[in-house]
């Protein structure tokens, strides 16, 4: 069965305007089965958004339509394609409690769902690492170095893993190399695989499963997916499934690095 279980919507705040039509014919004219709408959550109460424009996720005020819109289309296409409704949680250091809070109300009416890490905690101030290459390269001036970055993002993806959110947690960890994105521009010194190792034995005890993302093929900074072809083959051995997932934004770029990816 073709997957693809990491797509955004016309309702993320920082990709395009594209329809759900659009990104559900795409996904038919590629011949998926079954795709998942997986658009970034509202923020915790209480958390600044420390991008510029403030749009790394989904005003609260637009989740219920959201939320029926996916239900009105899975009617729709029901004798066409799969359509599972999700969102993209993002698991922030602090806000574990305002996180749980926010699963127990709407995780009953999801299907599907990814927890991803994009900002990091140091020193009281969190940071969104993906940001841009700008914004990287002032977060190194902050850490130290690359690598303490990408430490502190291994270190934050593994408390993401472990975290107790509650009975409606995502069963799926996103993008767990993402610190990755800038690796061209600004390449670490040393070797994070102990890390990786420690997630991925972490997810495996736990019978999670990885967002195989090949959005990184198409960051300049990057070429590769998250996670590369080493670590989804390490994870593959240890019975971890792995989910593709093109992390598309607009239509275009749904199946974006599938062809490329160990699948």
Known sequence: MKIDGHIHSPYCPHGTKDTFYQYINRAIE???DQITFTEHAPLPEGFEDPVPDKDSGMKKEYLKG?????EELKKEFQNKITIKSGLEIDYIEGYEEETKQFLDTYGPLL???????????????????????????????VYGSVDSIHQTYYTTVLKSV?????????????????????????????????????????????GMELDYNGAGFFKKGCGVSYPPPAVARQAMQMGIPLVYGSDAH?????NQGRDLMNL
């Open 162 to 206: 472990t975290a107790d959110l509650g009975n409606y947690k995502p069963n799926r960890i996103g993008h767990i190399t993402l610190a990755d994105k800038f690796k061209k521009d600004f390449p670490p010194k040393g070797s994070f695989q102990k890390k990786i190792d420690e997630i991925l034995k972490e997810v495996a005890k736990r």
């Open 30 to 32: 590629l011949g998926y």
């Open 250 to 254: 607009q239509a275009k770029d749904l």
């Open 66 to 70: 959201y939320l029926r819109d996916l």
């Open 111 to 141: 299907d599907d769902s990814l927890l991803s890490v994009h900002f990091l905690l140091k020193d009281g101030t969190y940071d969104c690492l993906d940001f841009s290459s700008g914004n990287f390269e002032k977060m190194i001036e």
